[in-house]
C-alpha cells in the first residue's frame, strides 16, 4: 500500500489541471459528482478501444469479454459493501433508479393505513418515490423530526415506529448538510419493530466504506458518480429474500427465463432487474473506481477529508456572518453555509469567476431549508483531492464576494 500523498493523487485526476476564467480550478461540488481519476478514465477508453460488445448473450469472444468483466465488477462491488451474494448486486442507473425499483416492488407489500417512516434530512429522490408509493397504496408516510443541529432526534423516531410501521427509509449522510445518520442503531430499531429498512448511501458510499452484513441493513443504494465513477451507474444491494419477493420494475430483454405470448416467467436474480442492455462499460468502470478507491484506502480518505472541514470550518466561522447548517459532531466534509444579508446564489456565482467550483442552492432538499427558513446555502463539499491550500484560496475568494456584495 502507497502512503496518502495528496500531491500524487492529484495527478491522477486530469481535470484537476484546468483553468477556469484564469484561475486553477477548485473543485468544491464533489457531493454533486466526484471528479475521475485517470485509471477509471483509461477503463473506459480500453472498453471502447478493445471489447465493446453486448454482454451476456453472446457466444463470440468479445461479448464474453465484456460478460466476465461486467460480471467481475459486479463481485469487486459484493465484496467492497461485503453483500453476502454477487445476485444481491443490481446494476441500476444509479440511487434514484434504485429507490424507485424498491419503491416500485414494496406497492403490493404495503395496504392502507400502514405506515412509513422518512427522515426529515433526506434528498428528494428519497421523499417523492415513497410519496408517490403511498398515494397508491394508501399508506401513511411519517417523518423524523431533526434538530437545530441538523441531527435527527432519536427519541422522536423511538416514539413513531409502532406495529404499523413497514418500512424506514433514511440516508447514510445528508447531502444537503453532511449530517452522518446513526443508521445501526436505527435499523436495529426498525428491525425489533418488524419494518423493513431502506437506506440511501448516495452521499456515504464516497466516505464511508459500509459492511451491509454488519449493518444488517435490507436495502442500501449508490451512484459511481459520486465515487470516482462515471454518471449513469449505480448498484442497489437487497437482501436476496426481498430480491426474491419482489417483482421485477421493467420488462424487457434479459430479465426473462421464457416468453410466450401467454406468459413470461422471469429470469433468476440479479437478471430480474435488470432488464435491457445495461450500462456495461460504466458497470466495469465502477469496478475500477472502486479498486482506486480502495487503493488509496478509505481510512486515509476519512481521515485527510476530516481535517480539511476542521480547517475550512475554522476558516470560515472566522469571517463575520458566516454562519453554518449542520454542526453535528458526525459529519462528512461537507460545510453547508450563508453569510448575512447575502443571497447564497450571488456568493457561488462571484467565486466561479474566481475558479472555485460550489453549489448553491437548496440541494434536492427543500424540507431542510424549510426548517432552518432559509432558500438555500452555499455547499462546500471536499474530497481526498482536495487540499488546504485549495480552502485557503477559497476563503479568500468569499471574502471577495462578500465585500463585493456587501
Ligand atoms: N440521495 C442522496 C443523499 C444524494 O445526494 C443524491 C445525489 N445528489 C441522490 C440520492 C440521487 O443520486 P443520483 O442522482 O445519482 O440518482
Redo the contacts with the bound molecule.
Keep these: 500500500k502507497i502512503p496518502f500523498n495528496v500531491e500524487l493523487i492529484r495527478q491522477d485526476f486530469p481535470i484537476l489541471k484546468r483553468k477556469i476564467n484564469g484561475y486553477p480550478l477548485i473543485y468544491f461540488d464533489n457531493?454533486?459528482t466526484s471528479q475521475t481519476p485517470k485509471q477509471v478514465i483509461d477503463t473506459i477508453v480500453d472498453y471502447y478501444s478493445n471489447y465493446n460488445a453486448n454482454i451476456h448473450r453472446g457466444v463470440h469472444t468479445l461479448s464474453q469479454e465484456a460478460t466476465d468483466k461486467y460480471e467481475g465488477a459486479r463481485k469487486k462491488i459484493q465484496q467492497h459493501f461485503n453483500a453476502a451474494n454477487p445476485y444481491e448486486i443490481i446494476f441500476t442507473s444509479?440511487?434514484?433508479?434504485g429507490i424507485n425499483l424498491v419503491a416500485n416492488g414494496f406497492a403490493s407489500e404495503l395496504k392502507k393505513g400502514d405506515e412509513v417512516l422518512i427522515s426529515a434530512l433526506e434528498?428528494h429522490?428519497?421523499i417523492v418515490p415513497w410519496q408517490m408509493l403511498c398515494e397508491k397504496t394508501g399508506a401513511i408516510l411519517k417523518v423524523i423530526p431533526m434538530n437545530e443541529n441538523g441531527e435527527l432526534i432519536f427519541a422522536e423516531y423511538e416514539k413513531l415506529l409502532s406495529g404499523k410501521t413497514k418500512m424506514v427509509f433514511v440516508?447514510h449522510v445528508?447531502?444537503a448538510l453532511g449530517t452522518v445518520n446513526p443508521i445501526k442503531k436505527i435499523i436495529d430499531k426498525a428491525h425489533e419493530a418488524g419494518a423493513v429498512v431502506l437506506v440511501?448511501g448516495?452521499?456515504a458510499a464516497p466516505h464511508i466504506k459500509a459492511d451491509v452484513q454488519a449493518l444488517d441493513v435490507d436495502f442500501y443504494l449508490v451512484?459511481a458518480?459520486?465515487m470516482c465513477g462515471p454518471t449513469g451507474v449505480?448498484v442497489l444491494y437487497g437482501k436476496e429474500k426481498w430480491l426474491k419477493k419482489l417483482p421485477p420494475y421493467q420488462g424487457g430483454g434479459e430479465m426473462i427465463a421464457t416468453v410466450t405470448f401467454e406468459k413470461t416467467t422471469y429470469a433468476d436474480l440479479p437478471h430480474k432487474f435488470e432488464a435491457g442492455t445495461p450500462n456495461i462499460c460504466g458497470g466495469i468502470a465502477f469496478g475500477a473506481a472502486l479498486d482506486y478507491m480502495n487503493e488509496v484506502g478509505f481510512h486515509e480518505i476519512a481521515e485527510y477529508e476530516h481535517q480539511l472541514l476542521e480547517y475550512a470550518t475554522k476558516q470560515l466561522l472566522a469571517i463575520e456572518g458566516v454562519k453554518i447548517y449542520g454542526v453535528s459532531k458526525e459529519k462528512t466534509a461537507v460545510i453547508s453555509f450563508n453569510i448575512e444579508g447575502i443571497h447564497p446564489y450571488d456568493i457561488g456565482t462571484i467565486i466561479d469567476k474566481l475558479g472555485v467550483a460550489v453549489r448553491t442552492g437548496h440541494h434536492?432538499a427543500q424540507p431542510i431549508m424549510d426548517f432552518y427558513k432559509i432558500p438555500g446555502t452555499v455547499r462546500a463539499s471536499f474530497s481526498f483531492y482536495n487540499t488546504m491550500e485549495e480552502i485557503d484560496l477559497f476563503i479568500e475568494a468569499v471574502k471577495r464576494a462578500k465585500a463585493m456584495l456587501e
Design positions: 457531493a454533486a444509479g440511487t434514484t433508479h434528498h429522490s428519497n440516508n445528508s447531502n440511501d448516495a452521499q451512484s458518480h459520486k449505480g434536492c
